[in-house]
């Protein structure tokens, strides 16, 4: 009831007094010159008017009487619009009241939309974004759409779910594979309109999956400076042939800086080597499908799965981290501890006992145990 009484005033004078142009669009840096035009019903001169613009009143030497019922003011160098449904020009009486209203519209025409990139979650679906040109803002509400079309045969069609993030669209179904789609984006408003280039994607070549399930990470035995890392392969994906990659990243429980295995393989598990006894770890892993159904692209990283953690047992020891399972990353530290071990193995093992990783694993035991040992009789030795 109050807005309605607040606005009776204007309601009541509207239609005897008018501002030209109404709603003009103008280009960045345009001049504009409107003109209040009032009815004689209302007996009030040009002279005693006022404007304002977005509520801040000008200044009079903008104004001008042209005659005894037309104002008019003239504004130079027009900023882009301060929120996209215009700028209010307003004509006032001197008492305040309100007896003309024009919405100015100031901006850009539209840039050619740029890097439009798009990705297929489990090859179900269509997600794309892009960037609104070098420019970015026009200051006018500026409509994006987002097309697509199979490429040689098929009608173009809209996405039209732009609910997510600005400048992304998303097709939830319907699409096609083994067939090349065209995609591209238009850009329109009241100045003018662009397009972005057409990019050529087949959907096997754009898919990414859901993080890995099941992350375990887990102790190995007694050692100090290892942790076991496992997963599972991605579900949705089952029933396709592909080969997955994985990353893996973990950091210290008090530390922001992730470490970063970037190529774990095909493989779902990987034990992680050189870390500090008696600390907690976070782990996270992600997958790559590569070569779906015979892709030749490189397929899109997943997000990272949650964070699962474990700690280490055992005294602090200093190594940077390593994946187990790249050959390429065994050093010369390795190579000794190797000799070492193949040494305690003469002495410790009968017959025709395997070379195994379980066996490896005793003898790291047992040395980290003889150096507790070592330690403990240099202690006491110094009481």
Not at 230 to 251: E, H, M, N, T, V
Request: charged share 20%.
């Amino acid at each position: 009831m109050l807005f309605f009484v607040l606005l009776l005033p204007y309601a009541l004078t509207a239609h005897l007094a008018v501002i030209s142009p109404q709603d003009p669009v103008l280009r960045i840096g345009s001049s504009l010159t409107a003109v209040c035009t009032v009815s004689a019903e209302l007996e009030i001169t040009a002279r005693s008017l006022y404007w304002t613009l977005n509520g801040r009143r000008l200044a009079r030497n903008t104004y001008r009487v042209q005659s005894p019922t037309k104002s008019s003011v003239t504004l130079h160098q027009l900023n882009g619009s301060l929120q996209q449904s215009g700028d209010n020009l307003v004509c006032h009486r001197s008492n305040g009241e309100v007896l003309a209203g024009s919405c100015i519209y100031v901006g850009s025409p539209p840039e050619k939309p740029v890097n439009l990139t798009c990705w297929s979650r489990n090859t179900k679906d269509l997600s794309c974004r892009w960037s609104p040109g070098s420019q970015g803002e026009t200051f006018i509400n500026t409509k994006y759409v987002l097309k697509y079309k199979l490429k040689w045969y098929g009608k173009e069609k809209d996405c039209e779910d732009y609910t997510g993030l600005p400048y992304m669209c998303y097709v939830p179904r319907d699409l096609a594979i083994f067939t090349p789609y065209e995609v591209w984006v238009d850009a329109s408003n009241q100045l003018g309109s662009a397009s972005s280039d057409v990019v050529t994607l087949d959907i096997l070549d754009v898919v990414t999956t859901d993080p890995p399930p099941d992350v375990l990470v887990s102790r190995v035995g007694e050692l100090e400076d290892q942790l076991s890392v496992c997963w599972g392969s991605p579900p949705a994906l089952k029933d396709y042939l592909f080969q997955a990659k994985y990353q893996i990243r973990y950091r210290v429980e008090e530390s922001d800086e992730w470490k970063v295995i970037d190529d774990a393989g095909n493989q779902t598990s990987c034990r992680l080597a050189g870390l500090r006894a008696g600390t907690v770890y976070f782990v996270q892993v992600r997958c790559n499908p590569v070569g779906i159904y015979g892709s030749k692209k490189a397929g899109i990283w997943s997000d990272w799965s949650h964070s699962t953690a474990a700690s280490t047992p055992g005294i602090e020891r200093s190594h940077g981290g390593s994946c187990d399972s790249k050959p390429s990353e065994h050093n010369s530290t390795l190579r000794k501890e190797l000799k070492q071990f193949f040494g305690w193995m003469r002495k410790h093992s009968y017959g025709c006992t395997d070379v195994s990783i379980k066996l490896y694993d005793q003898w790291r035991v047992w040395l980290q145990k003889a150096q507790k040992t070592h330690d403990q009789v240099l202690q006491s030795g110094k009481s």
